[in-house]
């Protein structure tokens, strides 16, 4: 009974949402007066069990037709294998989560020398280099935010690595945010917290990257928060990047919002044309090329402001210059012919106006306001016009898995995924579906 209660919560819930608390949990037996039995790996599983998922469970016990009218949840003695052998988590070993040995590794090519500092960006370079000199006396928290691709993980690596060499021995902790949650997910699963806890609570320095993935995230947005004010309490030096300002952050909570205020925000906007040109130079010095004038200013008037984007743009004018000569090893000279042919294999790049428009076109067929795409709702209402909203991001704008997530309130990957091979495949039987995609795709093609 309780696999196919399973098989009927997997549609309902995100697939984190599934593996990190309904996947674990066992059957024990179905009692006469209709109480299902379950043994859970530990407390934090049950008290979700009862609090969030009980009445669900009920629910799709009844859609079933079966003979479950309550649920009792207790922790069982031993370990289930099924929990601890989990394909996605990997070994059993893995429930010692022993993060006490683990320091931060940063990337060499992200320093401050090799960041070009411009009028966008001269702010949060200063107020990176105050805090990498004098950690929690400058600016604590520093919050720096910026479109993507525009130099926020570079500066964080910075700072990182130059509180290691200013301050030996200082312990240095930089994580994305979404391995922050996946860690703090691995140490509820397997009843780990106190390893957990003093992973990040003993640092000296903690950079996260990315917090906007956190928006939506309750209960990992409660641990940050502790683990914020842990940090702060003892004097703890704190960074954090974000594609936006904290008042942005779909689903972001307001004490959270309230703690990133306490110290300085630092905005990195989009390069000038000048700006644009040196870091043109500057990676291009770097991976070897020699840019006539004209390639320059191409490049600079016709690139977008995503810099990541710039250094794929780079490396396929290297292939392509490789791929015209004659000689292995050696490269034609690159031209406005051969930039022409690089611009165009990025000329569909999504930007934000056109994802805006997707929204909004999308929240209109369905009588929404666009921004109830991002709630945390998976009503149907709104659930499946978000799902096609999700599907043109990905087939019109080409944006990648977690930006998409990212745009409609923090939502994992994996669940966006799930919510485009849901649309692909009811296009396929749903006639006015299909009527629907085709007009949407009209409108932006």
């Not at 702060?232 to 689903?251: E, R, T």
Request: glycine share 4%; charged share 25%; hydrophobic share 40%.
């Amino acid at each position: 009974m309780w696999n196919e209660i399973l098989s009927e919560l997997r549609t309902e819930v995100s697939p984190e949402s599934y593996e990190t608390w309904l996947e674990p949990i066992q059957e024990v037996g179905l009692e006469g007066d209709g109480t299902l039995r379950l043994a859970t790996p530990n407390d934090s599983v049950v008290l979700m069990l009862k609090v969030e998922y009980r009445q669900r469970i009920l629910d799709a016990a009844a859609r079933l037709a079966l003979p479950v009218r309550e649920i009792d949840a207790a922790v069982r003695s031993t370990p289930a294998p099924a929990a601890i052998a989990n394909t996605r988590y990997g070994p059993a070993v893995q429930q010692t989560l022993d993060f006490k040995d683990r320091s931060a590794s940063f990337n060499e090519k992200y320093s401050f020398q090799s960041f070009v500092v411009g009028s966008c960006n001269e702010f949060a370079h200063a107020a990176a280099q105050a805090v990498a000199a004098n950690p929690a006396r400058a600016y604590n928290p520093l919050y720096i935010y910026g479109g993507v691709g525009m130099g926020k993980t570079h500066l964080i690596h910075a700072i990182g690595q130059q509180l290691q060499s200013n301050f030996s021995g200082m312990r240095v902790v930089y994580v994305s945010s979404e391995q922050f949650m996946n860690e703090m997910i691995h140490s509820l699963r397997y009843d780990k917290m106190s390893s957990f806890h003093e992973r990040f609570r003993t640092a000296d320095a903690l950079l996260i990257d990315d917090i906007q993935v956190l928006g939506s995230r309750e209960r990992t947005q409660e641990e940050f928060f502790h683990t914020f004010n842990a940090l702060h309490n003892l004097g703890k030096q704190i960074v954090i990047s974000s594609d936006m300002p904290p008042k942005q952050v779909p689903g972001l909570v307001d004490r959270l919002k309230s703690r990133f205020a306490w110290g300085l925000m630092a905005d990195i906007q989009a390069p000038d044309l000048e700006t644009k040109m040196a870091i043109i130079d500057r990676k291009a010095d770097e991976a070897g090329l020699v840019l006539p004038e004209d390639v320059r200013a191409m490049l600079a008037t016709q690139l977008k402001s995503n810099i990541r984007e710039l250094e794929g743009l780079l490396l396929r004018l290297t292939a392509i210059s490789s791929m015209a000569s004659r000689h292995v090893g050696d490269r034609v000279p690159i031209n406005a012919a051969m930039a022409k042919q690089a611009l165009r294999s990025i000329a569909g790049s999504a930007d934000q106006a056109s994802l805006a428009s997707i929204m909004d076109a999308v929240a209109q067929e369905f009588d929404l306001q666009a921004e109830q795409l991002r709630q945390k709702s998976n009503t149907k209402a709104i659930a499946y016009p978000r799902q096609i909203a999700m599907y043109l991001c990905k087939n019109v704008l080409s944006m990648s898995l977690p930006e998409i997530g990212r745009a409609f309130g923090g939502k994992h990957h994996t669940t966006v995924l799930h919510s485009i091979n849901k649309i692909v495949k009811l296009r396929r039987s749903d006639a006015k579906l299909d009527d629907l995609l085709h007009r949407l795709n009209d409108r932006f093609n």
